[in-house]
């Protein structure tokens, strides 16, 4: 079972080493971000860790960032299984979601600041891309409330700190939150919203899946972490919200009022142009007597963005594959942890089971997500060991024979800077490249695996150095 509360979570990950604590005082207008950049861009995924600043300039919260999607591993602490369960995790969320329950009292409140005790100030929000972004940003899960069915939406929407009391969201047109905000704002009511900080992480990795509208992320969250999620009533609002958070910012939405938003440091790794986009006014925060601040990193892949949208995006796409179009001859799905799902890579294994099996295989998988390229592979490859996966196109897949191309492919997002936009659209193509075996394979060039194993004996003898052995060499040694 995943963890109560983000504290506990905390405290986990930092006894497998996956958070480090800096004691030092941090100003929180570059110094915070940047140091928060260097394990994304200079640790290999298998050691990075998350920061926990102590003691953030101008506030009294502490800050942390980067645990959550510091790696696999971090991820899968997070939600209190293995690596290897975490799609299957995923799908039994996604097929038996767990409705939260409502709380009366709640840790998230506390202290309730309204009235002149809101200042946004107060908090150690961080200036994430120092020189280039106007400001400080909040960046984490938000959730929403629709004014007709009362259904709620989580999902991350990074919002500019305008001043004390006032915040600019980026709530795209396409994201549900956008649309239950609207259901208010249409009637000219002031829409209500909450910005989640540090609640159990089942909350926040379930907020950035690309589920279907209508589905509420919350119930995906009770699914992940095994019970149901405890809600709270906002104390202005009626949103209700995870009761063992760290922190709640509340606010509304005011009817007609937007401001200036970016350009920010996305995570594709460029600067967002600006964009006009709604103001909301903060009502009140409420937070545990010694909260702790939480703020997802972005920017320059891989960042903790790109890694959590990543996983959370291919174990959706393995649901979809395996349980709703019935495709179970797929063992596995992974996306590459740069660019969150979206335009990036994803690789497949499977045991084809006629031909042309994989190639349909790709190209439906290339119409139900929003990868750019997709790469089929046996199930005997580790989709996750590079090494593995090119040895497999090298050694499996002829071009001519084997590549599908798709054209003419609509995209959603505008950061891709492969290609330009055209009187506002920007189209774009896909590549399926199927690499398994369609001949009969040669044999393979390794000793049998019981004389594999017995030499290790000796390599122990001889006092060289340990190793554990990677799934690539489990693989190809079942076979040898
Ligand atoms: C750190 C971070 C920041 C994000 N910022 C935004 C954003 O500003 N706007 C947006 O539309 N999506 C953003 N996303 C992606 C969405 O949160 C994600 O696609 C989510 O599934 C959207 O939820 P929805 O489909 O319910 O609207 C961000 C994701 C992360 C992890």
Same mark, same amino acid.
């Given at each position: 079972?995943?963890?109560?509360?983000?504290?506990?979570?905390?405290?986990?990950?930092?006894?497998?080493?996956?958070?480090?604590?800096?004691?030092?005082?941090?100003?929180?207008?570059?110094?915070?971000?940047?140091?928060?950049?260097?394990?994304?861009?200079?640790?290999?995924?298998?050691?990075?860790?998350?920061?926990?600043?102590?003691?953030?300039?101008?506030?009294?919260?502490?800050?942390?960032?980067?645990?959550?999607?510091?790696?696999?591993?971090?991820?899968?602490?997070?939600?209190?299984?293995?690596?290897?369960?975490?799609?299957?995790?995923?799908?039994?969320?996604?097929?038996?979601?767990?409705?939260?329950?409502?709380?009366?009292?709640?840790?998230?409140?506390?202290?309730?600041?309204?009235g002149d005790e809101v200042k946004l100030s107060d908090l150690p929000v961080p200036t994430w891309t120092p020189g280039k972004d106007p400001g400080p940003y909040i960046t984490t899960s938000v959730m929403t409330r629709d004014a007709n069915t009362g259904n709620q939406n989580t999902g991350v929407y990074r919002t500019r700190v305008r001043d004390d009391r006032h915040v600019v969201i980026n709530l795209n047109p396409r994201r549900h939150g956008h649309n239950q905000t609207n259901s208010w704002l249409e009637r000219g009511e002031p829409a209500p919203i909450a910005w989640i900080v540090a609640a159990e992480p089942a909350v926040h990795l379930a907020s950035v899946g690309a589920v279907f509208p209508g589905v509420q992320e919350i119930?995906?969250?009770?699914?992940?972490?095994?019970?149901?999620?405890?809600?709270?009533?906002?104390?202005?609002?009626?949103?209700?919200?995870?009761?063992?958070?760290?922190?709640?910012?509340?606010?509304?939405?005011?009817?007609?009022?937007?401001?200036?938003?970016?350009?920010?440091?996305?995570?594709?790794?460029?600067?967002?142009?600006?964009?006009?986009?709604?103001?909301?006014?903060?009502?009140?925060?409420?937070?545990?007597?010694?909260?702790?601040?939480?703020?997802?990193?972005?920017?320059?892949?891989?960042?903790?963005?790109?890694?959590?949208?990543?996983?959370?995006?291919?174990?959706?796409?393995?649901?979809?594959?395996?349980?709703?179009?019935?495709?179970?001859?797929?063992?596995?799905?992974?996306?590459?942890?740069?660019?969150?799902?979206?335009?990036?890579?994803?690789?497949?294994?499977?045991?084809?089971?006629?031909?042309?099996?994989?190639?349909? =295989?790709?190209?439906?998988?290339?119409?139900?997500? %929003?990868?750019? *390229?997709? !790469?089929?592979?046996?199930? @005997? /490859?580790?989709? +996750?060991?590079?090494?593995? =996966?090119?040895?497999?196109?090298?050694?499996?897949? %002829?071009?001519? *024979?084997? !590549?599908?191309?798709?054209? @003419? /492919?609509?995209? +959603?997002?505008?950061?891709?800077?492969?290609?330009?936009?055209?009187?506002?659209?920007?189209?774009?193509?896909?590549?399926?490249?199927?690499?398994?075996?369609?001949?009969?394979?040669?044999?393979?060039?390794?000793?049998?695996?019981?004389?594999?194993?017995?030499?290790?004996?000796?390599?122990?003898?001889?006092?060289?150095?340990?190793?554990?052995?990677?799934?690539?060499?489990?693989?190809?040694?079942?076979?040898?």
């Amino acid at each position: 079972m995943s963890h109560r509360s983000f504290r506990d979570f905390l405290s986990v990950a930092e006894q497998h080493g996956l958070l480090r604590r800096v004691r030092q005082t941090v100003d929180p207008t570059w110094e915070l971000a940047c140091l928060a950049r260097w394990p994304y861009q200079a640790l290999p995924n298998e050691s990075r860790f998350g920061l926990l600043f102590e003691d953030v300039e101008g506030s009294e919260f502490p800050m942390a960032t980067g645990v959550l999607g510091a790696s696999r591993e971090s991820y899968a602490v997070a939600l209190g299984v293995s690596q290897e369960e975490i799609n299957e995790t995923w799908a039994n969320a996604l097929i038996n979601p767990i409705p939260p329950v409502a709380v009366k009292t709640a840790p998230c409140q506390e202290v309730v600041r309204t009235g002149d005790e809101v200042k946004l100030s107060d908090l150690p929000v961080p200036t994430w891309t120092p020189g280039k972004d106007p400001g400080p940003y909040i960046t984490t899960s938000v959730m929403t409330r629709d004014a007709n069915t009362g259904n709620q939406n989580t999902g991350v929407y990074r919002t500019r700190v305008r001043d004390d009391r006032h915040v600019v969201i980026n709530l795209n047109p396409r994201r549900h939150g956008h649309n239950q905000t609207n259901s208010w704002l249409e009637r000219g009511e002031p829409a209500p919203i909450a910005w989640i900080v540090a609640a159990e992480p089942a909350v926040h990795l379930a907020s950035v899946g690309a589920v279907f509208p209508g589905v509420q992320e919350i119930e995906i969250a009770g699914g992940l972490k095994g019970e149901p999620i405890e809600l709270v009533k906002c104390v202005t609002s009626d949103i209700m919200v995870p009761a063992n958070a760290e922190m709640i910012i509340e606010g509304e939405i005011l009817p007609g009022e937007m401001d200036e938003e970016g350009p920010f440091g996305e995570n594709f790794g460029y600067m967002s142009k600006p964009g006009i986009k709604p103001v909301a006014r903060i009502t009140a925060i409420t937070h545990r007597k010694d909260a702790i601040y939480y703020g997802f990193s972005s920017q320059m892949p891989p960042s903790e963005s790109t890694v959590i949208q990543s996983i959370a995006n291919a174990a959706l796409t393995q649901k979809i594959l395996r349980h709703d179009l019935g495709e179970t001859s797929v063992h596995d799905v992974h996306f590459d942890l740069t660019f969150g799902g979206q335009a990036a890579h994803g690789i497949i294994s499977m045991t084809p089971l006629h031909p042309g099996h994989a190639k349909k =295989v790709g190209r439906t998988t290339a119409e139900v997500s %929003s990868l750019k *390229r997709i !790469t089929v592979v046996d199930a @005997d /490859v580790d989709i +996750r060991d590079p090494t593995h =996966v090119d040895w497999a196109i090298n050694a499996r897949y %002829s071009p001519v *024979r084997d !590549t599908i191309l798709i054209d @003419d /492919v609509f995209v +959603r997002m505008a950061m891709d800077p492969s290609t330009p936009i055209v009187d506002g659209v920007k189209m774009n193509s896909k590549i399926v490249i199927d690499a398994t075996q369609k001949l009969e394979e040669p044999v393979f060039s390794l000793p049998s695996k019981d004389m594999m194993m017995k030499a290790l004996e000796t390599w122990k003898e001889a006092g060289l150095p340990e190793f554990e052995i990677p799934k690539r060499a489990h693989l190809r040694l079942d076979r040898s």
